[in-house]
Every structure is written in C-alpha cells, then in structure tokens.
C-alpha cells in the first residue's frame, strides 16, 4: 500500500513564526500536492509538484512556499504565520504515466495546524 | 475554469437506507471523475473512478455513473451502514495540467443512524 506520511496531526504556532510541514512517500511518486482543506471550502491546491526541485502554484499560493529537493519528500512552508493559516493541511502524492494518465492521488492523514 | 458542485449536507439517514449524493461538474475536455471519502480523523482515500462517459466506478457497494449529457456523477449506494458515515468529496481530474491536478468539490457529510 502507498503511505504518505505528513510529519505532525497536530501543531501550535504563533504568529509571525515560520512554520515547516512535512510530507513523505514511499512509492517513488513523481507528483506531490500540498492542500488546505476548511470548512464549506472542500480542498483547494496550495502548490504542487511533478518532480525535484520542480514546483508549481495551485489556487491559493500567496504566503506559502514550498521544497523539494528529494523526490519522496515535499516540504510546506509558512514564511512568517498568520491567524488565516490555521487550517487542516492534506498532502498527496501520485505516480505520472503520462499526460492525462489520471492516477489517483494518495493522501496523508492530515496536520491540523493553529496559529495563535 | 473546471468546477465540482456537490450537494450540502450533512445527509442524515438510517442504516440501511439508499444513498444518493449529487455531484455536478464543469470542464473544458474530457475529465476523468473520482470520489473520495474521508473518515473522521484521516486524510482522503479513492472510494472509486471513471474516466470516460458512462463508465460507472464500483466500489465497496458504492455505484457512480459518468454521465456526460447531464455533467453529473452522482454517488449512490443501496443499503448504507453506520461505518459509512463519512465525508464524501466529488472530484475531477485536469488533464491539460498533465500532472493529475484535482479539482475538488466542497464535500458532503454523511451521518448514518442505528
């Protein structure tokens, strides 16, 4: 079975603070995602990635970076923290058969960060 | 752009009642189309898939059909169980994006009662 596996379920952080989020998978995915999932909102795409060193923004990248300087781990990072970042964070990954290929993607179980 | 509308919930049923949760979509191609299902303190997993019209995905006794004429995929099972009781997610995948990008919708809760 694919694992993805997000470093932290649960994370306090203050404000102004730089905060790093953790993914890692073991099935050698090229893809990995980086979601924010609220309430009513359902799960929008922060920043994504098809391969190392390679990286993408989705919907709502605006005070997020991200790294990825190996291909199974995918790093989230939140420069300087804000009370609008206290949100669940899903990761995910997927393997590239090619264009259109529509492979499922595979998730972590989740950190649901508070920023205070 | 693509777009997934799910019907709100929460959906509240007793077991072994039939499930019908309705997922509508927009897309510019061909999309393939997925549900997945969330249990309370997990992140995401597949429930099923389609990838072209009227396809139906099966899985675990849930049926979606990928209806083009009507943009839908609606999720349905016959007998629901309390173990069902979940949030449900409609998704639809980007092909031009090349790399498997999702668009979700909102998600639909559903609680099921002994």
């Known amino acids: 079975d694919v694992k993805v596996t997000q470093s932290s379920r649960y994370l306090v952080k203050r404000t102004g603070e730089k905060v790093f989020l953790e993914c890692v998978q073991d099935?050698?995915?090229?893809?990995m995602f980086w979601y924010r999932q609220d309430p009513g909102l359902g799960l929008r795409l922060i920043y994504f990635s098809y391969d190392v060193k390679m990286k993408e923004k989705g919907d709502i990248p605006e005070g997020y970076s991200v790294s990825r300087e190996k291909k199974e781990r995918f790093s989230l990072i939140l420069e300087s923290a804000s009370t609008n970042q206290t949100s669940m964070y899903l990761c995910a990954s997927s393997s590239y058969r090619g264009q259109g290929s529509n492979q499922p993607q595979h998730f972590g179980d989740g950190t649901r960060l508070s920023i205070l | 752009g693509d777009s997934v509308t799910q019907m709100e919930g929460p959906v509240t049923l007793s077991e072994e009642a039939f499930l019908t949760i309705n997922c509508t979509y927009t897309?510019?191609?061909?999309?393939?189309l997925f549900w997945y299902v969330q249990y309370p303190g997990e992140g995401l997993q597949l429930l099923l898939k389609a990838t072209k019209a009227d396809d139906k995905g099966s899985n675990k006794g849930f049926e979606a059909t990928y209806r083009k004429e009507t943009t839908s995929f609606h999720l349905e099972k016959g007998s629901v169980q309390v173990s069902d009781s979940a949030v449900y997610f409609c998704a639809l995948s980007d092909l031009e994006g090349g790399g498997n990008k999702l668009t979700f919708g909102t998600g639909t809760q559903l609680k099921v009662e002994l």
């Open positions: 099935m050698d995915h090229e893809n």
């Open positions: 897309a510019t191609g061909y999309p393939s």
